[in-house]
């Protein structure tokens, strides 16, 4: 399989250090470009070009944080800050004007009601997806 983008949305949990760190060993032999994007959700009832700012310092400071994962491993990393009313369509959209070839994305280990959940974002980027996704499900052991 060869990579030329790989887009890895990251939201500052703590499987996105490791998932960085999987985008970059898959971009190394291609040199692929790496995009990793934080996707500020905004809700309806504010217009969507809306100023959060505390929002906006937390995703660059996560944006921040991947960016010297990634140095660490020896590669360089682009990074975007969006906002929008639901992440799963943003990222999508994301990987269609990128051209992405990879979507990879990291799963927190989640419950609810004493079962595992997946949320919304993850399955409308598997099934609306232009291009392959990896899941990276952190073990906790």
């Known amino acids: 399989m060869k990579f030329q983008n790989i887009i890895v949305p990251v939201s500052g949990t703590a499987v996105d250090e490791e ?20 996707i500020i959700p905004i809700d309806r009832t504010l217009p969507l070009d809306a100023e959060v700012e505390s929002e906006v310092q937390r995703g660059e400071a996560i944006l921040d944080r991947v960016e010297g994962v990634a140095k660490e491993q020896g590669y ?23 051209e992405a070839d990879l979507i990879l994305m990291g799963v927190e280990y989640k419950t609810r009601f004493g079962q595992f959940e997946l949320g919304s974002v993850i399955p409308h980027v598997l099934k609306n997806a232009p291009c392959r996704v990896i899941l990276y499900h952190q073990y906790i052991g």
């Open 19 to 38: 998932t960085i760190k999987l985008a970059c060993r898959l971009a190394k032999p291609d040199k692929a470009r790496l995009y990793a994007v934080n």
């Open 76 to 98: 360089s990393v682009e990074t975007d800050l969006l906002q929008a009313r639901d992440p799963g369509p943003a990222i999508v959209d994301l990987a269609g004007e990128r």
